[in-house]
């Protein structure tokens, strides 16, 4: 009889945890809340329990381990729970983290008093409730913080604030993503950001991997990605790695007889590392279960599961050198009308991988954490460069066409009669897919407006067309009017890039449904705020 194994969540995140497990010969009995999660079928035993409830899932396995085929371990990667995980091992008796230093790595107030009583570099802090909102103030007006949940994970409720302004709204937005009410507000780290993940068996420590993470959009942290390994130099990979291991002893994780867990986002400051976050599990993200294994042959999860089943985990030393690098395509918000590219963007060379999140009616946003994203890419080839050019290759290639009946994308464009340097269409945030100059602003604004003419064209932009800008993912503009003509038949004008002349009118196809229009000053404002998409709504709405 196999041995069993209880793995906590099957989500895709979940799904090279299933798959090692039974590679490794042991029967999966996978735990989700969701009756629906996309990795059911992988396990060989499913069984639909809440994950924050601990003392379920702790009857559960008592259950399984008494009903004669035995329990051997538990274990999760790139779920929040990784507390129930330690409660179960530590109630029944499994190899596994102490609860409480389980608890301390899922707390986020809990974590930094660790780190603040160990003399580790991490911010100054605070916790609020709902109650504390009314009073609360900003110790100095020109101090930059950070809000987010004690309790939740993906960059849910986290976000920049800067003023009295944006604090409450901020505030209240983590509040509602905390599952104990709970809010954390602590002091801006300013610089690069990096992850790390570690295999912890009997308070020894292995790394398994340093990314840089790039991450965008503030005032919140959107991850648009992630490259393994790191490009910084050795000695600041030593210097992120020794802070990563204090914090790790600090939260109790690497105690004698401890086994499991630890990933880490680490900042390099002007000041030297700082310790962001630190948890008690794998990485989500597609790191531990897939761009390490690309970039290095090793599978930290492999590890991971025999250490929960008290075996010394092995493999872990570095068979390659390549690079993996993934990369996420976000949206606008709407409505999903179409999804195409995606084919094109599997068949590149050196493309390992492509999740996709949405499909024809999803409703879409601009992303303000980490689960609202539109879909990832992920490449690998020994060389770094290669790596990173397919992916952002692949990623550009994927095209969404939203339904030019959904106002939220028109709310988005802000499509009205006028724009100029302080116009509200061209906010900080929700950014626009190419940053406008005031000089560029102003030349639109001279332009003509969108209406009737003699034949079909486009009044032409040379100061857009022409100014090498690009959008939030590495499009050019005329890879966007590309795109637009892609997805809409649409003939646009020539940029530099194809073309030496981009001064003409240029003449639509036949059919197209328009007859008498000019397209002129709205027409680039929509492209200009929302890129390829834009665009093509704006079109789409002429219909």
């Not at 702790?58 to 274990?75: H, K, P, Q, T, V």
């Not at 309790?151 to 003023?163: K, L, P």
């Not at 590219?341 to 303000?368: N, Y």
């Not at 940053?435 to 003699?454: I, N, V, Y």
Request: glycine share 10%; hydrophobic share 40%.
């Amino acid at each position: 009889m196999r041995e069993r194994i209880i793995i906590l969540g099957a989500g895709v995140m979940q799904g090279p945890a299933i798959r090692i497990a039974k590679e490794l010969g042991f029967f999966t009995v996978v735990l989700d809340g969701s009756a629906a999660a996309p990795c059911i079928a992988l396990a060989d035993k499913f069984e639909q329990i809440d994950l924050k409830d601990k003392e379920g899932i702790e009857s559960f396995a008592r259950s399984l381990r008494d009903s004669g085929g035995g329990l051997g371990g538990i274990m999760t990667a790139g779920t929040d729970f990784s507390a129930s995980v330690a409660w179960v091992a530590e109630s029944l008796g499994l190899p596994g983290l102490p609860y409480e230093a389980a608890l301390n790595a899922s707390d986020k107030s809990r974590m930094r008093a660790c780190f603040k009583t160990a003399g580790l570099p991490s911010p100054e802090f605070t916790v609020i409730t709902e109650a504390d909102l009314s009073n609360y103030q900003l110790t100095t007006a020109t101090c930059s913080l950070v809000i987010k949940p004690v309790d939740n994970m993906g960059g849910r409720g986290c976000r920049r604030v800067d003023s009295m302004a944006e604090f409450h709204a901020a505030a209240a937005d983590a509040l509602s993503f905390s599952r104990s009410g709970r809010a954390i507000v602590e002091t801006f780290m300013d610089g690069p950001e990096f992850s790390v993940d570690a295999i912890v068996y009997h308070g020894e420590i292995t790394i398994c991997g340093l990314a840089d993470r790039h991450i965008f959009f503030p005032p919140y942290f959107i991850e648009m990605g992630h490259t393994m390994p790191t490009a910084i130099p050795g000695d600041q990979q030593q210097a992120i790695l020794e802070t990563f291991c204090a914090g790790i002893r600090a939260l109790g994780l690497a105690g004698e007889g401890s086994i499991g867990a630890a990933k880490g986002d680490i900042k390099l400051t002007a000041k030297g590392p700082m310790i962001g976050e630190i948890a008690a599990r794998l990485s989500g993200g597609y790191m531990s279960g897939w761009t390490y294994p690309y970039s290095s042959g090793v599978e930290p999860i492999r590890a991971a599961i025999l250490a929960a089943m008290g075996r010394k985990p092995d493999g872990l030393i570095p068979l390659n050198k390549w690079t993996s690098a993934e990369r996420a395509f976000i949206s606008i918000p709407g409505t999903v009308q179409t999804v195409s590219g995606i084919e094109t963007a599997r068949s590149l060379t050196h493309v390992q991988d492509m999740f996709l999140r949405i499909a024809k009616g999803s409703t879409v946003s601009f992303p303000e954490n980490n689960v609202s994203k539109c879909g990832n890419v992920i490449s690998a080839a020994p060389e770094r460069e290669a790596a990173i050019k397919a992916a952002e290759n692949a990623v550009r290639s994927v095209l969404i066409r939203l339904d030019p009946e959904d106002q939220q994308t028109a709310a988005f464009l802000g499509i009205r009669d006028c724009c100029s340097d302080n116009d509200p269409q061209f906010p900080i945030f929700p950014p626009s897919a190419f940053q406008p100059t005031a000089e560029l602003l102003a030349a639109l604004e001279k332009l003509p407006e969108t209406g009737g003419a003699g034949d079909m064209s486009i009044i032409p932009f040379p100061e857009f067309t022409g100014s090498g800008l690009r959008d939030y993912v590495g499009r050019s503009i005329g890879e966007s009017l590309e795109a637009v003509r892609m997805l809409t038949g649409f003939s646009l004008p020539e940029t530099p890039e194809s073309s030496d002349n981009n001064r003409g009118a240029s003449k639509i196809q036949p059919g197209f449904g328009v007859s008498g229009t000019l397209l002129g000053r709205s027409f680039w404002a929509a492209l200009i705020r929302g890129g390829y998409q834009g665009a093509t709504y704006y079109i789409d709405q002429l219909r």
